[in-house]
């Protein structure tokens, strides 16, 4: 299992930019593929991105294509979430999450470890 810990979220204004960074510590991070995922209130976790184990290759739900991007740093055991031209619809709790299955994976089930989350509020 790897720990993980998200940081960054806040208040933001539609249109502005928020960065969120996910820590990871315990197995080697460079065995996992990494995700991002949101939930807003009374609605289902929703993939946003994830990124291949070398951080080469990184894919998007549609809904934030163009806007956010994924980028890892195994150096550091860190994954980074830019997002920007937010949206009031893109207000949510951001998580963290890690898998050793290979991409492309999309789906909660597919990862094993968690963040305990982040809340990004974007308002209009």
């Known amino acids: 299992q790897v720990q993980l810990v998200e940081s960054g979220g806040g208040l933001v204004q539609a249109g502005g930019s928020l960065r969120l960074s996910c820590a990871a510590s315990?197995?080697?991070?460079?065995?996992?593929?990494m995700g991002w995922f949101r939930q807003a209130p009374g609605k289902e976790r929703e993939f946003v991105a994830a990124s291949s184990r070398s951080g080469g290759n990184s894919y998007y739900a549609d809904s934030v294509k163009g806007r956010f991007t994924l980028s890892r740093d195994n150096a550091k055991n860190t994954v980074y979430l830019q997002m920007n031209s937010l949206k009031p619809e893109d207000t949510a709790v951001y998580y963290c999450a890690a898998s050793s299955f290979f991409p492309p994976i999309s789906r909660p089930t597919d990862f094993g470890s968690w963040g305990q989350g982040t809340q990004v509020t974007v308002s209009s």
């Open positions: 315990g197995r080697t991070f460079s065995s996992y593929t």
